[in-house]
């Protein structure tokens, strides 16, 4: 069964450096959400892409972060530099549907991130 | 702004017993609700919408406007239903995009 494949599952890293996730949605999914998941809350829409296409980033700090997906494939949520209250759970997420069409949304694993 | 509130950080009830996870949500609108659940080691997944009126593994979530609220009960409880569970809405007309998640309620169901 095809499943939504992120990389590093686990990541350290100390303030002010950079880091990178990487997210690989269901093939054929033109939709891809990242999200972000502080201990003890829901997640939170960090940043959604039609294709290649950003269509919501309001909730993204674009002052340290950056989200791409260059060919509308695979994605990769950069943060730099990095800060201690960036540490979370990133979460990544695809669905087949554009924007009409009801679609359920295929979560990853996560990307665990500590700050140090 | 919208806004989704699970009251309930922790829930927990005893095997064969009902179980009701409250959700309550602000929205100038109509919007679609869902239940999300992880079972441990597992991924965030999809467990019913309010728009589909379906029940899943003997989960049913009645939408009430009135009260803003979207309910998830289950009259028997099982062990397997242990896990957290996380109330989402999404803005009218956006395929279940957009989605603004509550902070989740933890349920054990104990034997």
């Known amino acids: 069964e095809a499943e939504v494949a992120q990389s590093p599952r686990y990541r350290i890293t100390e303030k002010s450096q950079a880091v990178a996730f990487w997210c690989d949605p269901i093939s054929g999914h033109a939709t891809l959400y990242w999200y972000r998941q502080i201990l003890g809350q829901g997640p939170e829409l960090l940043v959604q892409?039609?294709?290649?296409?950003?269509?919501?980033d309001s909730q993204l700090p674009k002052d340290r972060f950056s989200a791409e997906r260059l060919k509308g494939v695979d994605s990769t949520l950069k943060i730099q530099p990095a800060e201690l209250g960036d540490s979370a759970m990133y979460l990544c997420?695809?669905?087949?549907?554009?924007?009409?069409?009801?679609?359920?949304?295929?979560f990853g694993p996560g990307t665990r991130l500590t700050v140090t | 702004a919208q806004r989704v509130t699970q009251p309930e950080k922790l829930l927990s009830v005893f095997k064969g017993a009902p179980v009701e996870l409250k959700c309550n949500y602000s929205y100038s609108g109509s919007p679609e609700l869902f239940w999300y659940v992880q079972y441990s080691r597992q991924r965030l997944q999809l467990l019913l919408r309010h728009i589909s009126r379906e029940s899943i593994k003997g989960f049913t979530a009645d939408l009430n406007k009135g009260e803003t609220s979207f309910h998830l009960k289950k009259p028997f409880a099982q062990e397997e239903d242990s896990a957290m569970y996380y109330c989402?809405?999404?803005?009218?007309?956006?395929?279940?995009?957009?989605?603004?998640f509550g902070e989740g309620t933890q349920l054990t169901v104990n034997p």
């Open positions: 997420a695809s669905s087949l549907a554009g924007s009409r069409g009801r679609s359920e949304q295929y």
């Open positions: 989402a809405l999404s803005p009218p007309r956006t395929s279940g995009s957009r989605l603004t």
């Open positions: 892409f039609q294709d290649e296409s950003v269509v919501d």
